[in-house]
């Protein structure tokens, strides 16, 4: 069963920094990509930054160039999104998915955890 279950959540003062974990299991991680979304109440999904695991293309959508780094540790089946100079903006609820990643963008997600709260007051 594939299963991704996102971690790291939290409230933050602006400016702030948070590390977001996406822990992966039942399927082949290293030939696959995993990509990371977002989603604020009344708003659509937005995409925000993908790792493709077998190539080691990223993408990032430009609201988040320059503040947010995607990594992945294969060990641990494991991907992170490292948050930094946080905005209220980015308040949203997180999610992690696979999906497919290039360099020049990243698709919609296919299988997905639940999400985890990221709030960032002013």
């Known amino acids: 069963e594939v299963q991704l279950v996102e971690s790291g959540g939290g409230l933050v003062q602006a400016g702030g920094s948070l590390k977001l974990s996406c822990t992966t299991s039942?399927?082949?991680?290293?030939?696959?990509?995993i990509g990371w979304f977002r989603q604020a109440p009344g708003k659509e999904r937005e995409k925000i930054s993908c790792?493709?695991?077998?190539?080691?293309?990223?993408y990032y959508v430009d609201s988040v160039k320059g503040r947010f780094t995607i990594s992945s540790d294969n060990a641990k089946n494991t991907v992170y999104l490292h948050m930094n100079s946080l905005k209220p903006e980015d308040t949203a609820v997180y999610y992690c998915?696979?999906?497919?990643?290039?360099?020049?963008?990243?698709?919609?997600?296919?299988?997905r955890g639940r999400g985890t709260q990221v709030t960032v007051s002013s």
């Open positions: 790792i493709s695991i077998s190539d080691g293309w990223t």
């Open positions: 998915a696979l999906n497919w990643c290039t360099a020049q963008g990243m698709g919609p997600p296919d299988y």
């Open positions: 039942g399927f082949t991680f290293d030939a696959n990509a």
